[in-house]
């Protein structure tokens, strides 16, 4: 089994919201992956005393724990759970109903001898490669399908669209978001190859449009997970319109990538 991770800010002025690890069973024969994007809060702080980072880290070291300690538990409640954990340990110091209150998007794969499950919530992404070559990605469109002069507008992002009906979803503090993700598992004899990515990495195909995602995954598996951040760092560089990504003003993000072989 080959395993790549690569995690960078995208401000090395600031810390790096992102969260990515690569768990495997006692066995040797199952594993997880977990990546995270956290949400960057408002200058308020969201109503928490505690930083982004703090939350990803807490929230992404439960899932890496749950994924592989419990493998029979579906990747929905081992968010759930992880939420609830994650909320407990500073709900007596925090606002946690503030609509930004720290939250992250999710990516998640499980695999075992038989199956390999998936779990995307919000705009991460999973690709997934079959032995014929075929990549099929992963993902919570729910986002993308939202027009962008509403996504322009932080008020009305905060005050109707985040984790509500018509709007989307990102794992914050209810564990009842977990029912929201798209999930779901395949035979392990239909997957040899997968790659989990925050949207600081996936701009190489969503924002620039260097090549579709089979495309995409061809380049972190032959060159790796860095050469796809370093060919997006590039792009970003030369290309102003990046500071519109959806409303963003990010020049440069926070990007993951996380490669296995199965």
Not at 29 to 36: A, R
Not at 153 to 179: I, M, Y
Not at 227 to 249: M, P, Y
Request: proline content about 6%; glycine content about 8%; aromatic content about 4%.
């Amino acid at each position: 089994m080959r395993t790549e991770l690569v995690s960078e800010p995208g401000d090395r002025a600031r810390p790096n919201e992102d969260f990515a690890s690569v768990g495997l069973s006692a066995s040797g024969q199952g594993g997880s992956v977990v990546l995270l994007d956290g949400v960057t809060p408002p200058a308020d702080g969201g109503g928490c005393l505690h930083s982004v980072p703090w939350f990803t880290a807490r929230l992404g070291g439960a899932l890496t724990e749950l994924t592989v300690s419990l493998p029979d538990v579906p990747l929905a409640e081992a968010l759930s759970r992880a939420i609830a954990r994650t909320a407990d340990a500073h709900a007596r110091t925090c606002d946690l109903s503030h609509p930004r209150t720290p939250q992250a998007t999710v990516a998640l794969a499980r695999w075992s001898p038989e199956t390999v499950e998936y779990l995307v919530l919000c705009d991460a992404t999973l690709l997934l490669a079959s032995p014929e070559g075929t990549v099929a990605p992963v993902r919570d469109d729910r986002l993308a399908l939202l027009p962008r002069a509403l996504l322009r507008s932080a008020a009305t992002v905060d005050g109707t669209l985040r984790n509500k009906e018509g709007g989307f979803f990102t794992a914050a503090a209810d564990p009842a978001v977990a029912d929201r993700a798209v999930a779901g598992s395949v035979p392990r004899t239909e997957v040899v190859s997968l790659a989990a990515l925050s949207d600081g990495a996936t701009r190489w195909t969503e924002t620039f449009h260097e090549g579709d995602w089979t495309s995409l995954f061809t380049l972190v598996r032959e060159d790796g997970p860095r050469a796809l951040v370093e060919k997006v760092r590039v792009l970003e560089d030369a290309d102003a319109t990046a500071r519109a990504f959806l409303g963003t003003g990010k020049t440069h993000d926070d990007a993951t990538a996380v490669y296995v072989d199965l």
